[in-house]
C-alpha cells in the first residue's frame, strides 16, 4: 500500500535537506592581507604559504603546533608593497656602491618561484588607509587609482621610512637599476680611474658607517671622510662605549679619514662637485657626498591613532597582535621595525617576528574553524645585538658573547655579499631567472642541508 507524506512531513524533509545544502556547501577562505613585504612582511609570507599547505617551519621560539592540519576553507594572502620585488636593505651599502651587486639586490615578486600559487596576489602600491573595525584597506595603485581591499586578518610589516640610499627611491626594480647606477657613477666618476678622487660621507650611524666601510674596501684610490656631529660614532645606539670606540678603531683601519663632533652643511657647484662646511669653519670639496643623518621613522599614517605610540610605532601585544581597544585587535598584527618592542631594530628580529605572526594568524584561523584552542606564541623582550660591517671587517655585539670583530667573522656573518644569499637560503626562495641561468650541466647529487640563519 502506497503512504501519502503529510505536508508537514515534506516541509520537514525539505528543511533538512536545505540544512545540508548549507552545510556542504564551500565557504569563502580567510583573507590574510601583509601590508609590506620587506623582512618582517616576507618572513611571515613565507611562513603563512608553507602552513596552508600543512607544512610548518623550524622556529627561533616556541609557536603553536598546527600538526600539518590545513584550513577547511583555504587561506587567500594578498600582499600591498610599495616596491614590486624583495629588496635586502641589509645589502644597500654594497648595492648602491657596486654595479656587481646593484642588480642583484632586488628580486622581482613576480619571478620568485615560490610566489607562483593560485592563493597568493600582489598589489603595487601604498596603503593610505586601514580601517580595523571594517576590515578595510584603502590603498593607491602606481596609476594613481584608489582601491579597497577586505579582509579577515592583517599582519602590518611596513617598517621605517628611511632616507636614499640606505633604501630605494623607487618602487620599481628598473627604476631602482637606474639610480644605483647613477650613485656609483658619482662615487667613481664614471671611471676605472679613481685616483684623487674624494666622497664625503655625513652621519655615523650604521648606515653611514657601513656605507664609509664599503667604498673604502672596493675603492682604495677614493679617500673617504664621515663626518658626524657627535663625539663618538653609532652614538644613537644603545651599546657599550667600548663598542663604538672598536668601529671607530676598525673604519680607521680601513683609511676612513674621521671628524667627530662637527656638524656639516654642503652646498654643490657649478662643476658636480661639493663643498662641505663645517661648523668650526673648515671647508672641504668633495666629489660626491652620501647623506646618512636622517633617522628613519615608522611608516604607519593609514593607521588610527590609538594604534600608535608618540613615535608613531605601533602598541602590539606580546602575540603581536594590536593592543586590545582597538577594534578587532585580535584579528590585526603588526611585525619588524614598525613596532614598539625592546632592542636594536634589525632584519633578523623582524623575520622572527613575522614567523611567529603568521604562525598566531593561521593558529587563530584554526580555532575559528573548530573551536580549537591553540595557545598563540608570544614575543619575549629583544636584548640590544648588532653585526655591523665595516670594510673587510665584522662588528658584532650581544650581552652574552660580547664583542667580537675581524675578517673571518665578516665571512662567516656576512659572507662577500652582506648575507643576502644566506637570506634567500634562509626564507627558501628561489629567483626564476638565476635558476635558469645557473642549471647544471651535469648530474647534480644531492648533499645535506647546511644550517644557515638569517643575519643582520
Known amino acids: 500500500m502506497r503512504v501519502q507524506s503529510s505536508p508537514l512531513s515534506s516541509l520537514g524533509d525539505g528543511l533538512s535537506n536545505l540544512s545540508l545544502s548549507s552545510h556542504n556547501k564551500p565557504q569563502a577562505p580567510h583573507r590574510v592581507l601583509i601590508v609590506g613585504c620587506a623582512y618582517g612582511g616576507i618572513s611571515a609570507l613565507v611562513n603563512l604559504l608553507d602552513l596552508a599547505q600543512g607544512k610548518q ?5 616556541p609557536v603553536p603546533d598546527m600538526k600539518g592540519r590545513k584550513t577547511r576553507n583555504g587561506v587567500e594572502i ?31 615578486f613576480s619571478h620568485i618561484k615560490e610566489f607562483r600559487q593560485s592563493n597568493l596576489k600582489f598589489k603595487h602600491g601604498s596603503v593610505k588607509r586601514l580601517d580595523p573595525e571594517a576590515k578595510v584597506a584603502e590603498w593607491v595603485d602606481r596609476g594613481g587609482r584608489t582601491q579597497q581591499h577586505v579582509y579577515d586578518y592583517a599582519i602590518v610589516a611596513t617598517g621605517l621610512r628611511r632616507q636614499w640610499p640606505a633604501v630605494p627611491k623607487s618602487g620599481s626594480y628598473r627604476e631602482f637599476l637606474e639610480d644605483g647606477s647613477e ?9 676605472k680611474n679613481h685616483k684623487g678622487r674624494h666622497v664625503v660621507v655625513i652621519g655615523a650611524g650604521a648606515v653611514g658607517v657601513e656605507f664609509a666601510g664599503e667604498i673604502r ?12 656631529s657627535r663625539s663618538e660614532v653609532l652614538s644613537s645606539e644603545p651599546l657599550p662605549s667600548e663598542v663604538k670606540e672598536k668601529a671607530k678603531s676598525l673604519l680607521e683601519e ?5 671628524v667627530l663632533g662637527q656638524r656639516a652643511s654642503v652646498k654643490e657647484l657649478d662643476n658636480k662637485s661639493y663643498e662641505v662646511t663645517l661648523a668650526n669653519g673648515d671647508v672641504l670639496t668633495a666629489d660626491a657626498v652620501i647623506d646618512a643623518t636622517t ?7 593609514f593607521l588610527p591613532d590609538a594604534c600608535l605610540n608618540t613615535d608613531q610605532e605601533i602598541k602590539i601585544t606580546p602575540n603581536l597582535q594590536f593592543q586590545s581597544g582597538i577594534a578587532n585587535s585580535t584579528a590585526h598584527f603588526a611585525v619588524g621595525d614598525v613596532v614598539e618592542w625592546s632592542g636594536i631594530k634589525r632584519a633578523g628580529g623582524a623575520m622572527v617576528m613575522g614567523q611567529l605572526a603568521a604562525s598566531n594568524v593561521y593558529a587563530s584561523i584554526l580555532n575559528a574553524e573548530a573551536a580549537d584552542d591553540l595557545r598563540l606564541a608570544e614575543l619575549p623582550e629583544y636584548p640590544n645585538v648588532i653585526g655591523l660591517a665595516v670594510g673587510k671587517q665584522c662588528l ?20 662577500d655579499d652582506l648575507g643576502w644569499a644566506a637570506n634567500l637560503r634562509y626564507l627558501r626562495l ?3 631567472d638565476d635558476e635558469v641561468a645557473k642549471e647544471p650541466r651535469v648530474q647534480v647529487v644531492q648533499i645535506a642541508a647546511e644550517p644557515v640563519t638569517a643575519a643582520a
Open 217 to 228: 674596501n672596493h675603492y682604495p684610490d677614493i679617500s673617504v671622510t664621515l663626518i658626524h
Open 78 to 108: 594578498t600582499v600591498i608593497d610599495e616596491r614590486d620585488g624583495y629588496f635586502h636593505a641589509v645589502g644597500a651599502p654594497l648595492a648602491h656602491v657596486t654595479p656587481k651587486h646593484t642588480s642583484s639586490m632586488w628580486k622581482r
Open 254 to 258: 680601513e683609511g676612513v679619514k674621521l
Open 396 to 415: 658584532t655585539y650581544d650581552k652574552q658573547s660580547g664583542m667580537k670583530w675581524g675578517e673571518e667573522l665578516m665571512k662567516a656573518y656576512f659572507q
Open 430 to 432: 628561489t629567483d626564476v
Open 57 to 61: 617551519r623550524d622556529a627561533v621560539y
Open 183 to 191: 650613485l656609483v657613477g658619482r662615487i667613481t666618476g664614471y671611471s
Open 295 to 301: 633617522k628613519g621613522f615608522a611608516t604607519t599614517g
